[in-house]
T-cell receptor
Framework: KAGVTQTPRYLIKTRGQQVTLSCSPISGHRSVSWYQQTPGQGLQFLFEYFSETQRNKGNFPGRFSGRQFSNSRSEMNVSTLELGDSALYLC?????????????FGPGTRLTVL | AQSVTQLGSHVSVSEGALVLLRCNYSSSVPPYLFWYVQYPNQGLQLLLKYTSAATLVKGINGFEAEFKKSETSFHLTKPSAHMSDAAEYFCAVSEGFQKLVFGTGTRLLVSP
């Protein structure tokens, strides 16, 4: 079974631009979560989607948004990019059977904002 | 809110030595705890998880962790380190709706 895939793997943008990142979950997984990883703040939860609905959201500004499609694929969008948005963005999928679920992570998209 | 604390941002061991990575949790409900490993330029891979079925949890690659409620700890151990174990290790607690709260990570360095 294929793992979680994320595209693109690397991205370079300039301040003020917007960016869209894509995540394809493991087949059969309906929950997709997004995390931001930076050297200073570590791993932080952005949001989670299940059945095209956002169920949970972390403490990030409204410039960060996401969506999920009927095939469970998910995208996240960051508008008006700032230098501090440079990070590794990780997507994770799970079966969503409860709090003990294993989240399976993709390789991440490394975003650099210049 | 739940949280985890990882003591030591870097741990250095010699090949063949015991690996001990520390994690303490804070939770108002019975916690579900996870250890993940991250190799350079890769995502996170699950090593093991605690789901209250057993306090001693065995994971992949020879790692195990013991849940100790009295000490609010979930330390990760491996009897004998290999060079291939060099990576960053994250402890995490589940906060529901597929949200994990991660510790700050511990980088394991293994010297020959």
């Amino acid at each position: 079974k294929a793992g979680v895939t994320q595209t693109p793997r690397y991205l370079i943008k300039t301040r003020g631009q917007q960016v869209t990142l894509s995540c394809s979950p493991i087949s059969g997984h309906r929950s997709v979560s997004w995390y931001q990883q930076t050297p200073g703040q570590g791993l932080q939860f952005l949001f989670e989607y299940f059945s095209e609905t956002q169920r949970n959201k972390g403490n990030f500004p409204g410039r960060f948004s996401g969506r999920q499609f009927s095939n469970s694929r998910s995208e996240m969008n960051v508008s008006t990019l700032e230098l501090g948005d440079s990070a590794l963005y990780l997507c994770a999928s799970s079966l969503d059977t409860g709090r003990a679920d294993t989240q399976y992570f993709g390789p991440g998209t490394r975003l650099t904002v210049l | 809110a739940q949280s985890v604390t990882q003591l030591g941002s870097h741990v250095s061991v010699s090949e063949g030595a015991l690996v001990l990575l520390r994690c303490n949790y804070s939770s108002s409900v019975p916690p579900y705890l996870f250890w993940y490993v991250q190799y350079p330029n890769q995502g996170l891979q699950l090593l093991l998880k605690y789901t209250s079925a057993a306090t001693l949890v065995k994971g992949i690659n020879g790692f195990e962790a013991e849940f100790k409620k009295s000490e609010t700890s979930f330390h990760l151990t491996k009897p004998s380190a290999h060079m291939s174990d060099a990576a960053e290790y994250f402890c995490a607690v589940s906060e529901g709706f597929q949200k994990l709260v991660f510790g700050t990570g511990t980088r394991l360095l293994v010297s020959p």
